[in-house]
């Protein structure tokens, strides 16, 4: 029962908080929804990362990579992450992070753009 603490994972929301401000939460996990089920993360450098877990709180989620990186992601589709995600500006994938191949080519694949993947 996770979605007890108010922390919950978007898989699961808990009644109240679907009941009580749909319309927000909805709006809100949009983003994150799409971090959850890609569970990849583009830094700043241009680099990929897996995703080992995500843990949203309203409209912020706090991110934890496989190479233990640890950060608070705010929720925005107009973030730089959201843009990179959508766009596919990233570079590489983190060699530490050990991305599979499958789930790259999968993003590449899911997502529309012929910038990515063409290079590859
Ligand atoms: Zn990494």
């Given at each position: 029962m996770a979605a007890k603490s108010g922390v919950a994972l978007v898989a699961d929301p808990s009644p109240e908080a679907a009941g009580k401000k749909k319309k927000y939460y909805r709006k809100n996990v949009e983003f994150f929804k799409l971090l959850e089920k890609i569970k990849l993360w583009p830094s700043r450098s241009g680099m990929l990362h897996g995703i080992k877990s995500i843990k949203i709180t309203g409209d912020i989620a706090e991110v934890v990579t496989h190479c233990d990186e640890k950060f608070i992601v705010w929720n925005s589709r107009t973030s730089r992450a959201a843009r990179w995600l959508r766009?596919?500006?990233?570079?590489c994938a983190c060699k530490k992070c050990k991305i599979p191949a499958w789930k790259l080519e999968k993003y590449t694949s899911t997502m529309m753009t012929q910038k990515w993947g063409s290079n590859l």
């Amino acid at each position: 029962m996770a979605a007890k603490s108010g922390v919950a994972l978007v898989a699961d929301p808990s009644p109240e908080a679907a009941g009580k401000k749909k319309k927000y939460y909805r709006k809100n996990v949009e983003f994150f929804k799409l971090l959850e089920k890609i569970k990849l993360w583009p830094s700043r450098s241009g680099m990929l990362h897996g995703i080992k877990s995500i843990k949203i709180t309203g409209d912020i989620a706090e991110v934890v990579t496989h190479c233990d990186e640890k950060f608070i992601v705010w929720n925005s589709r107009t973030s730089r992450a959201a843009r990179w995600l959508r766009n596919k500006w990233c570079v590489c994938a983190c060699k530490k992070c050990k991305i599979p191949a499958w789930k790259l080519e999968k993003y590449t694949s899911t997502m529309m753009t012929q910038k990515w993947g063409s290079n590859l």
